[in-house]
């Protein structure tokens, strides 16, 4: 028996991909900084910095909830589970638009559009990677 015949075959799902983690902490770190931006837009309208209290009240749970969604998919990429690729290469692929037009307002927004596009660009590339679709998509053993 050679040393390639010996070895025990690898089970399916025994070792989630470098680029499947990295896609799913990317859009878990979008996801969450989404939030953060909401929840700081509803405690702005509560101290009472804007103008029209219920609109921002609103928005800023709209927001809350549109970065659990990103979360939720990174959650369901570290479980192998593949409906969460898709949500999750949406997320990166809306900071491609979104770093645009920061690096478009000048100042040091153009380091921080450069970031986000920079997040957004690895973040597409690593869950869009042959070794993610294989994890996502491998035959199961069920």
Same mark, same amino acid.
């Given at each position: 028996?050679?040393?390639?015949?010996?070895?025990?075959?690898?089970? #399916? %799902?025994?070792?989630?991909? &470098?680029?499947?983690?990295?896609? +799913?902490?990317?859009?878990?770190?979008?996801? #969450? &900084?989404?939030?953060?931006?909401?929840?700081? *837009?509803?405690?702005? &309208?509560?101290? %009472?910095?804007?103008?029209?209290? &219920?609109?921002?009240?609103? %928005?800023? $749970?709209?927001?809350?909830? $549109?970065?659990?969604?990103?979360?939720? #998919? +990174?959650?369901?990429?570290?479980?192998?589970?593949?409906?969460?690729?898709?949500? #999750?290469? !949406?997320?990166?692929?809306?900071?491609?638009?979104?770093?645009?037009?920061?690096?478009?307002?000048?100042?040091?927004?153009?380091?921080?559009?450069?970031?986000?596009?920079?997040?957004?660009?690895?973040?597409? %590339?690593?869950? !869009?990677?042959?070794?993610?679709?294989?994890?996502?998509?491998?035959?199961?053993? *069920?």
């Amino acid at each position: 028996m050679t040393a390639e015949t010996s070895a025990p075959a690898p089970v #399916a %799902g025994s070792g989630r991909p &470098a680029s499947l983690t990295l896609g +799913a902490a990317i859009t878990a770190l979008e996801g #969450a &900084a989404l939030a953060v931006v909401g929840v700081w *837009d509803m405690v702005a &309208a509560l101290s %009472g910095q804007s103008k029209q209290l &219920a609109l921002n009240e609103f %928005g800023g $749970l709209v927001i809350v909830v $549109l970065g659990v969604l990103p979360v939720l #998919a +990174a959650r369901a990429l570290l479980k192998e589970r593949r409906w969460g690729r898709s949500p #999750a290469v !949406l997320t990166n692929s809306i900071c491609l638009p979104v770093a645009y037009y920061m690096v478009q307002s000048g100042g040091a927004m153009v380091a921080v559009g450069v970031l986000v596009g920079l997040l957004g660009l690895v973040g597409i %590339g690593s869950l !869009l990677n042959p070794k993610s679709t294989a994890a996502l998509y491998a035959p199961s053993e *069920d």
